[in-house]
């Protein structure tokens, strides 16, 4: 194993971009993340229009849909044993075979008469494209959390959220533009071409090796690792962080309802909508970088207590506010704040996991996640249905203050439990 770098490991801030960890996962990690994450960016907001094509009416396909959420929380934890098993990199290739594949069988669902043995090829598609994301990420999330230095944890792991987030910008822009031009299949054989790029670059540029090995940590760097070497997984810790977790990502999940939503009930046009929630999306975009650095800076808690405080009063501004302005200024917070909390979940699991079989456990914390990702819009739709919209937005917003004080209250006990601080250093 090459020397690690004595400041690598224990004091980042003296070393430039040139020398971290970071630049090591550029062409290896990040970029191929980047250009699937386009690609499935770009095919996700029309799979409810292919579903429509192929002959499923509106109640259905969105139902048809919702399967691929269901999936993410059924498979996780059987995920992370696959990945144990198989190994990183070799899971990424199944990944993308599974993408492939779920592709075209969506292209041939669209180019061929509808029927039912048709819309159960669509139904396989969308199957398969659950599987292959939720390997896909939990994949490179188990590479970054198994190889990076813990000082450089946040960072790494935030810096893959922004990859995602880069295709949930720019996915959708690329979907627009071609079915300008083009039809559905346009952005299906788009995605294909994504896909088989990522696969070239997962070929042609070798994941760097780790950061460090347990069995074989130098003398200086034993203080920063002594938590990651000993450390066990705590059932107590675990559920304490998944309740905050979850609050999270019931905000997540909502604001992509919240926003169009709340536009329309105050009567606004598709268009001022639509750029308001694209401005929301890029102010989140924009900040993975300073979340990650803040994160390892100064503690977890400073990535999850302002993303829940930060979008749950964005949403009450939008509530109290019901002018332009004030929708503006709401959307913007849930942007901002949704963006400085970019990674921290996946850093959280990191930090939970134990020293080793670390794919096993975030498999199962992603299915915890994603718990709370499915939730979201179905409380929104429960709180419609009985009190009305602007209530359903208040019982978000309440969610989001509840997981704050949740976590002010016990993230650092939680901590504890596994012997750690909110840094990730050892106590």
Do not use: C
Not at 146 to 168: D, K, M, V, Y
Not at 397 to 414: D, K, N, P, Q
């Amino acid at each position: 194993m090459p020397e690690l770098s004595r400041d690598l490991l224990v004091s980042p801030r003296k070393k430039t971009m040139r020398s971290t960890p970071l630049k090591q996962l550029i062409l290896p990690m990040y970029l191929p993340s980047v250009i699937y994450a386009i690609g499935n960016g770009a095919l996700t907001p029309v799979l409810v229009l292919a579903a429509l094509a192929v002959g499923f009416d509106d109640a259905t396909s969105s139902a048809v849909i919702g399967i691929g959420g269901f999936i993410g929380i059924m498979i996780s934890p059987f995920l992370g044993g696959f990945i144990a098993r198989v190994g990183d990199r070799r899971a990424m290739y199944i990944a993308m075979a599974l993408s492939l594949i779920a592709l075209n069988l969506f292209l041939l669902s669209l180019v061929s008469p509808p029927s039912q043995h048709i819309r159960a090829i669509f139904v396989v598609g969308i199957v398969l494209v659950a599987l292959a994301s939720n390997t896909w990420l939990l994949a490179r999330q188990t590479y970054i959390a198994e190889t990076t230095p813990i000082a450089w944890r946040s960072r790494a792991l935030a810096t893959l959220g922004g990859t995602f987030r880069f295709g949930e910008l720019f996915g959708p822009l690329v979907a627009t533009f071609m079915l300008a031009m083009w039809y559905l299949t346009s952005v299906v054989i788009f995605n294909i071409g994504a896909v088989l790029i990522t696969l070239i670059m997962l070929f042609a540029f070798s994941l760097p090796r780790a950061q460090f090995d347990l069995d074989d940590i130098p003398d200086y760097a034993q203080p920063l690792h002594d938590a990651e070497a000993n450390k066990t997984t705590s059932v107590a810790a675990t559920a304490i962080m998944g309740v905050a977790i979850n609050a999270l990502f019931i905000l997540r999940a909502s604001r992509a309802v919240i926003i169009p939503l709340w536009g329309t009930y105050l009567g606004f046009d598709a268009t001022f909508i639509t750029a308001i929630f694209g401005m929301s999306a890029l102010l989140d975009t924009t900040l993975f970088l300073v979340a990650g650095a803040v994160t390892d800076k100064w503690g977890r808690h400073w990535g999850l207590l302002p993303t829940l405080i930060v979008m749950s009063v964005g949403i009450s501004v939008m509530i109290l506010w019901r002018e332009p302005a004030g929708y503006i200024a709401g959307a913007a917070l849930i942007g901002i704040g949704n963006g400085f909390g970019t990674g921290i979940n996946m850093t959280v699991g990191a930090d939970l996991s134990p020293a080793r079989n670390k794919a096993k456990f975030l498999g199962k914390w992603q299915a915890i996640a994603n718990i709370g990702n499915a939730g979201g819009p179905f409380i929104i739709s429960g709180m419609t249905a009985l009190a009305g919209l602007p209530w359903a937005l208040a019982s978000i917003a309440g969610i989001g203050f509840l997981g704050t004080i949740w976590a002010v209250t016990l993230m650092g006990r939680a901590y504890a439990m596994i012997g750690m601080d909110v840094k990730g250093n050892p106590l």
